[in-house]
């Protein structure tokens, strides 16, 4: 940060790219995160950070779904939460093919002029199985999760909340969060839930005013 040189000169994903990479379908499946630095979790032995590029590919839609359920009847209890990831066999075979495509990318001109060797996990992990193994040993959560109290039609019987946002069952209460998205998006979810509390404060101020309108009628 003095001398305007090394890692922190970034901003950190420099660059994006959305996609399919079975079939390169409309609908992406795939956001990988280009790095231009070395940063490794800290589970990672024998590899110093450094110069270089990361990229990391992350499941936008995974099949397997997860579980937020209660450990007991004493509400203080941590819940359970269990991620299930990799649940479908169709999660890790996309990942494999973002993994490969990923070093597709590295092996394209103007990378591959640049790139000396991969570290991580090194070039020697080319078979199908070798790569799965290291997808499900490094596999991190994309810090995404949603859905967990969603929004859905009345004869859905695992919606939570009505489409204004309202608890069905409960006077007065709304729930304005990442759970209340139907199904997780292709995407960063901080925005949404940002358009979400928008839309839920022109809900909450339109019923004040409805109420309001009715007080004085009476
Ligand atoms: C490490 C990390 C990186 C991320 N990076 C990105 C990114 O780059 N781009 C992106 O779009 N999204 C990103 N996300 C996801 C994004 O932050 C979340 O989707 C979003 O913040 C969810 O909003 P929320 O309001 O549902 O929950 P939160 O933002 O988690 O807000 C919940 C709030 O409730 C408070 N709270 C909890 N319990 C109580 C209680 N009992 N009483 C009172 N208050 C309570 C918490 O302190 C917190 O402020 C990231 C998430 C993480 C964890």
Do not use: W
């Amino acid at each position: 940060m003095l001398f305007k040189t090394g890692p922190v000169t970034t901003t950190g994903v420099e660059t994006c790219a959305f996609f399919d990479p079975l079939d390169f379908a409309a609908t992406p499946t795939i956001q990988m995160f280009c790095v231009p630095t070395v940063y490794l979790d800290r589970d990672v032995m024998g590899t110093d950070p450094g110069q270089g590029v990361t990229v990391n590919s992350l499941l936008l839609r995974p099949k397997a779904t997860g579980q937020v359920t209660l450990r007991d009847a004493n509400a203080n209890s941590l819940p359970r939460v269990d991620t299930q990831i990799f649940g479908h066999p169709d999660d890790l075979a996309r990942t494999l093919a973002g993994f490969r495509f990923a070093r597709r990318v590295i092996a394209a001109a103007p990378m591959e002029s640049m790139v000396q060797q991969e570290i991580f996990p090194g070039a020697d992990v080319t078979s199908d199985q070798a790569i799965a193994d290291h997808c499900k040993r490094m596999v991190k959560t994309g810090y995404h999760p949603v859905g967990t109290c969603r929004m859905g039609h009345d004869e859905d019987p695992l919606a939570v909340l009505t489409s204004d946002l309202r608890v069905r069952g409960v006077q007065q209460l709304r729930v304005v969060d990442a759970s209340m998205m139907p199904n997780i998006i292709s995407g960063n979810t901080n925005a949404i839930v940002m358009a979400v509390a928008h839309r839920a404060t022109e809900l909450i101020l339109n019923s004040l005013v409805a109420v309001k309108k009715d007080a004085v009628y009476e």
